[in-house]
């Protein structure tokens, strides 16, 4: 574990878990669309990929790719969060870990997919998110993606301010071997405009 606490324990003091989870309950129960990452995801290549949920929380995303008939694990260091998914997916692959420290968790690599959704990347612990990107295109096959949904404004983030650039992201992909595919504005595929408050990106990995 890094010793620094990520943003999101400091903002849920590691008990988030059952709220998020009532909050998502709350927002499927009125109707709206939660599916829309795992659906984003299932649009870029077909049942049986192996897909890595990191940050996995609840598990909402991967276990609706499950559904979906993805192989799929998820790591998240937050053990309330981990508890739900657990819970609602008990025959799942859920690894409790520090994605800055991914490559001690024993997980098979080539991973075709590997999604960080829910702002993970900007609630990392500050400083960490170079070396969560390097060991996220780590677990990727040559040619596999990584997929990410990231607010780039306090309107678009539980934070005052914004923590990531997508300047410095894009930098970070770079050096960890990953080019830029695609980027939106929404998980349904609006397109990105400059300066916009929320992204969604594809980057790759060099095929082998
Ligand atoms: C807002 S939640 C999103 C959860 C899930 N991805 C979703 O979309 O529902 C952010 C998650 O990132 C996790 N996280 C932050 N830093 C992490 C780290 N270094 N290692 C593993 N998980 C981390 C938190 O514990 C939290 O569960």
């Known amino acids: ?90 025959a799942s692959r859920w690894l409790h870990g520090d994605l800055a420290r991914l490559d001690t968790l024993g997980l ?21 998110e170079p ?6 295109a780590a677990v990727l096959r040559p040619g596999g993606l990584l997929v990410t949904g990231m607010g780039l404004d306090a309107a678009h983030l539980p934070l005052p301010e914004a923590t990531v650039t997508l300047t410095d992201f894009d930098d970070w992909c770079e050096r960890a071997g990953l080019a830029l595919r695609e980027r939106y504005a929404t998980w349904d595929g609006a397109p990105y405009e400059q300066g916009g408050g929320y992204a969604v990106s594809v980057h790759a990995r060099a095929a082998g």
């Open 1 to 90: 574990m890094t010793t620094q606490r990520d943003r999101w324990a400091e903002l849920t003091g590691g008990q988030g878990g059952e709220e998020y989870a009532r909050r998502f309950a709350r927002l499927a129960a009125s109707g709206q669309d939660v599916h829309g990452e795992a659906f984003f995801c299932a649009a870029l290549l077909g049942p049986g990929a192996r897909i890595l949920d990191a940050g996995c929380g609840t598990g909402r995303v991967a276990i609706r790719l499950a559904e979906l008939g993805y192989h799929c694990a998820g790591v998240d260091v937050d053990l309330s969060m981990l508890a739900v998914a657990r819970r609602e997916a008990p």
């Open 131 to 136: 070396t969560v990107v390097r060991q996220l």
């Open 108 to 128: 098979d690599p080539d991973f075709d997919l590997v999604v960080a959704a829910g702002n993970v990347i900007p609630l990392l612990a500050p400083g960490t």
